[in-house]
């Protein structure tokens, strides 16, 4: 190499590290607005959890179905939502990530006014059918959608909005449960179930107004309209060029091939990917697959929905009698965690990934267990011991403020950057398969397993689950903070566990030295 050629490159990388990590990045409004919009899908689910919480209890009364069932009718979303996130990855590809949101609003109106409507139990779980499939498609495709918008300065802090707008619905769920709560038994939690159509429309017509992801555009060979996307996006005109470079490199799209439209190679709508991240993976790829599946896995195995689906349960297993006392404490429950999910909104792109998710998970681990005990010994006490009370009661309110600032929205943003461009989308759905998965586990099991083991006992078990959460993320996860999308596939060949952050840096230096990218699926250009 010339010393014309080592200067160009040397320059090259400056601009290349400082377009990526920028000490004082400047808040792009427009990136900014487009993430507001698509993790406004998310406030679907989050309405669904708030809003069930409270209607059950109606139903329970109305329809008079027994505790399995009540279990049933409050999990089984959360399964059906399978089948929209397993969908969600091809028919993003297919239509792109805009009209999929789309889609996924449409479908939970479909269901919401099923529910509303519904004059049985039958019926009732039809309309969680259809609206597990909305939310399904919600859950995949919003973070996906915010992280290939986002620059890569401010990406943690907008693809945190999903888990934003989750606590969102969950209060606004909350708030529904007592506003309706005076009408009669059998109208009361069918205005409950049937309001949640009403921000679907509205989304619905908001999406329209956003731009396709630039990352979607460039598989389609749509150079030009992913320029304007890109231009708009970006930090500075620089990085928006880097981005484009980086993406069609990603794409397998030479760099000669600057046309408005151009012919993609063939495979670009998804074909062969179920190959290359379950049959014939690399390590790198394999690596980010267990990473995707372990975070979402123990979200919500530590006991999240249990908590929030069940809190007046969970209260009143800790003494607390009174109706107003509960809905009281519920709500609480739902405030604290809307609060503090804008710690991690704030910080998650100054402090880093992996600080915020083991500062989270070890604050989950302590409440955890002072809930474990507060309820453990109320259940053996005869007599009503107020500093268990009032230790059950903070402790779960700390757990839901833990979770909140790294465990809830960081698991969205994890999975959502570290795939590959072709692999994103499909390997975003198996994540968000396992987390329904998991969260159904949890919630149509908990009476039972509380019956079986006590309430407390149930609460010791998370404990358990959330301290092996700690050693897999502290070993396994590497920092991604800065780095942008493309970058992923060398941050996780081969990384260190302990200086995963420095090995980060050592890596990007050294692709830059060698100008170019090593963005790789089976040996060939992702």
């Known amino acids: 190499m010339g010393v014309d050629e080592g200067k160009a490159v040397n320059h090259e990388t400056r601009n290349t590290l400082s377009i990526a990590t ?13 993430a507001i919009l698509a993790s406004m899908t998310s406030i679907l689910l989050g309405y669904d959890i708030g809003v069930m ?83 399904g498609y919600a859950l995949m495709i919003a973070p996906v959608y915010t992280a290939e918008v986002s620059p890569a300065s401010s990406r943690g802090f907008l693809t945190s909005f999903p888990e934003v707008f989750i606590n969102a619905g969950i209060l606004l769920g909350y708030v529904s449960n007592y506003a309706f709560s005076k009408l009669p038994e059998h109208l009361g939690w069918r205005f409950m179930l049937g309001i949640g159509a009403v921000p679907s429309v509205f989304l619905g017509l908001g999406v329209l107004a956003m731009p396709e ?80 599946i372990g975070i979402h896995f123990f979200q919500q195995a530590s006991g999240i929905d249990a908590v929030v689906l069940y809190s007046p349960r969970i209260f009143k297993a800790a003494g607390i009698t009174k109706k107003t006392d509960l809905l009281g404490a519920t709500i609480a429950v739902g405030f604290v965690k809307t609060s503090f999910i804008l710690v991690a909104t704030f910080f998650v792109d100054k402090v880093g990934r992996r600080p915020l998710l083991l500062s989270s998970v070890g604050g989950m681990i302590m409440s955890l267990a002072g809930l474990g005990i507060g309820l453990t010994v109320i259940d053996h006490s005869d007599s009503k011991l107020i500093w268990a009370i009032a230790l059950s009661i903070a402790a779960v309110l700390a757990y839901v403020a833990f979770f909140s600032i790294g465990m809830g929205p960081i698991t969205w943003v994890y999975s959502s950057e570290i795939f590959p461009l072709k692999l994103r989308a499909q390997g975003c759905s198996m994540g968000v398969a396992v987390n329904r998965v998991t969260s159904g586990v949890i919630s149509m099991t908990f009476i039972s397993l509380t019956k079986a083991i006590s309430t407390g006992g149930a609460f010791f078990l998370f404990t358990g689950v959330a301290s092996i959460a700690w050693i897999f993320f502290f070993t396994f996860l590497p920092e991604t903070q800065g780095r942008t999308l493309e970058d992923m596939d060398t941050l996780f060949s081969g990384f260190h566990w302990r200086d995963s952050k420095s090995k980060g840096n050592a890596v990007k230096q050294d692709k830059a030295d060698n100008g170019q990218v090593q963005m790789a699926t089976n040996g060939q250009p992702a």
């Open 213 to 292: 992801s630039p990352r979607w555009l460039i598989m389609q060979g749509r150079l030009g309209d992913a320029r304007v996307v890109l231009n708009k996006t970006s930090d500075s005109k620089e990085e928006a060029e880097l981005r484009m470079s980086e993406i069609k490199e990603a794409a397998g799209i030479p760099e000669e091939l600057t046309d408005d439209i151009v012919t993609v190679p063939k495979r670009s709508h998804g074909e062969g990917v179920w190959r290359e991240l379950l049959i014939r993976p690399t390590p790198a790829v394999r690596r980010v697959l267990i990473a995707a």
């Open 53 to 135: 919480s409270g209607a059950v209890i109606f139903i329970q009364d109305d329809l008079k179905i027994n505790d399995v069932q009540v279990e049933v009718l409050v999990g089984i979303l959360n399964l059906y939502s399978l089948f929209g996130s397993a969908a969600a990855g091809r028919t993003s590809d297919w239509i792109g990530r805009r009209y999929t949101i789309v889609l996924a609003a449409v479908i939970f109106f479909v269901g919401a006014i099923i529910m509303g409507l519904a004059p049985n139990y039958a019926i009732l779980m039809i309309g969680r059918f259809v609206a597990g499939i909305g939310v």
């Open 22 to 34: 920028p000490e004082k990045p400047k808040r792009n409004k427009f990136a900014f607005a487009c």
